[in-house]
């Protein structure tokens, strides 16, 4: 398999990626590489880091906005017209994005990360 580098711009206090299987610590490497298929769906896109990707502040790490903010998710993807929709969407777009990101199932990104 041919080797390749591409960057990509996470926050300084991100945790290290875990090893592949291991819990999910919000470092945001899958995230900040390529949208997830949720994240497709709600971007329209397939390449770059997904619009749902939220940092945390707090707690310096990264959640998918999907499952932690469904609500200014859906109002940020949909026209300004259906925002009245994004208030009986969320619920669902919760649910549905813990099983499409495979939310506590483990770290399936198994690219190597390097500090530059």
Not at 15 to 44: D, T, Y
Not at 73 to 102: E, S, T, Y
Request: charge should be neutral.
């Amino acid at each position: 398999m041919p080797k390749f580098t591409i960057t990509i711009h996470a926050q300084p206090l991100a945790p290290g990626k875990p090893a592949v299987g291991a819990p999910c610590n919000g470092c945001g490497v899958c995230c900040l590489m390529e949208p997830c298929p949720l994240g497709v769906v709600l971007s329209g896109r397939r390449v770059g880091a997904c619009e749902a990707l939220c940092w945390d502040e707090a707690n310096h790490l990264y959640r998918c906005g999907a499952i932690t903010e469904p609500l200014p998710v859906l109002q940020k993807v949909l026209h300004p017209r259906l925002h009245w929709a994004a208030f009986l969407l969320a619920w669902g777009l919760q649910r549905l994005a813990h099983r499409w990101v495979a939310a506590g199932v483990g770290c399936d990104c198994d690219v190597q990360v390097a500090d530059l």
